[in-house]
Nanobody
Framework: QVQLVELGGGLVQPGGSPRLPCAAFGQICSRHATGWYRQASAKQRELVAHITSGGSTNYADSAKGRFTISRDNAKNTVYLQMNSLKPEDTAVYYC????????????????WGQGTQVTVSS
């Protein structure tokens, strides 16, 4: 059974730079694409970034230049490094394992983590 565990959330000051890990259990994450999503209150879940099995990365416009997705194969973990956070980045952040084709990420509906809350506020 595949389990994804997100950590690293909490209260962050504007301009902060937290790193969110997504640890995978029961599946080798380097064999799959992994996506980081976020869902703000009363809004739809949106894809922030994804990394392919080959290591290519793609970002939403809101994340370009500020967020970096990476993978540590030895730790079977995918990270989302977030920099220069703004209050509008406040959301629950989720990771998902799925597939990627021609730069488009396709989530697997049964491969979601429980999410971690990131609140950007002074």
């Amino acid at each position: 059974q595949v389990q994804l565990v997100e950590l690293g959330g909490g209260l962050v000051q504007p301009g902060g730079s937290p790193r969110l890990p997504c640890a995978a259990f029961g599946q080798i994450c380097s064999r799959h694409a992994t996506g980081w999503y976020r869902q703000a209150s009363a809004k739809q879940r949106e894809l922030v970034a994804h990394i392919t099995s080959g290591g290519s990365t793609n970002y939403a416009d809101s994340a370009k230049g500020r967020f970096t997705i990476s993978r540590d194969n030895a730790k079977n973990t995918v990270y989302l490094q977030m920099n220069s956070l703004k209050p509008e980045d406040t959301a629950v952040y989720y990771c998902n394992q799925g597939t990627s084709f021609s730069g488009t990420y396709f989530p697997r509906n049964d491969y979601w983590g429980q999410g971690t809350q990131v609140t950007v506020s002074s």
